[in-house]
């Protein structure tokens, strides 16, 4: 079935930033009492915020300090600022969706400003969402509530059912089923976790034009 709207993730699905994302917390974590390998890290906090990560790690010992968010935020964004490239294809996928008249958003667990470092490094692509990209942050609901992605549909005006999210996380996958909507789970590596969480796996973005039929 060709949607009536795609709604994606940003964080490893539109932008590459996942790597130093990742890297950064894993030097935070371990410089503070909690060693944690990627596989692990990606278990515990992928599709997850900033405060999550906070509250998970304190929980399992990690020493972090009470404004650890805020001061992990302002370095996080000052990495990302440097270089954080698009996922390969992605273009390409945006641009079949314009071809067929699809609209199409992002729902995120990140900040908005966060959006802004990343999405902003790319002249056109923020202007391609039409003022359609929505944050948790700014609801109040992060995944895997459906709230963000319920949000994004009513604001494009397509029934939730007629909806298709693109995720990397599992937690996302859980958002998407949460709200009535078909999740394609993009796994370059694989994913168990993504599906067991109900998304449709596929690992290559260039792919995904020919899964929507678009």
Not at 27 to 45: I, K, Q, T, V, Y
Not at 83 to 110: E, F, K, M, Q
């Amino acid at each position: 079935m060709i949607p009536s709207a795609v709604i994606f993730d940003c964080d490893g699905v539109v932008v590459d930033s996942e790597g130093p994302t990742f890297a950064l917390l894993g030097r935070d974590l371990a410089r503070h009492g909690l060693p944690l390998s990627l596989p692990e890290m990606e278990a515990l906090f992928l599709g997850g915020t900033v405060q999550g990560v906070f509250d998970k790690a304190r929980a399992l010992g990690a020493t972090l300090a009470d404004d650890w968010v805020q001061d992990f935020y302002a370095r996080l964004y000052d990495l990302l600022a440097q270089n954080t490239p698009l996922i390969a294809g992605i273009l390409t996928v945006l641009d079949a969706l314009d071809a067929c008249a699809i609209p199409y958003a992002i729902g995120s667990n990140g900040s908005a400003r966060k959006m802004q470092v990343t999405l902003g490094q790319h002249p056109g692509l923020t202007a391609r969402f039409n003022g359609h990209i929505y944050s948790s942050h700014t609801l109040g609901k992060p995944k895997p509530a459906p709230d963000l992605y319920l949000h994004a549909a009513q604001a494009l005006g397509v029934d939730p059912h007629l909806c298709v999210v693109v995720e990397d996380s599992a937690t996302g996958a859980m958002a998407a089923k949460a709200a009535g909507m078909r999740c394609m789970g993009y796994a370059p590596h694989g994913n168990p976790a993504l599906q067991a969480a109900g998304a449709e796996l596929f690992c290559n973005m260039n792919d995904l034009r020919e899964i929507l039929m678009i």
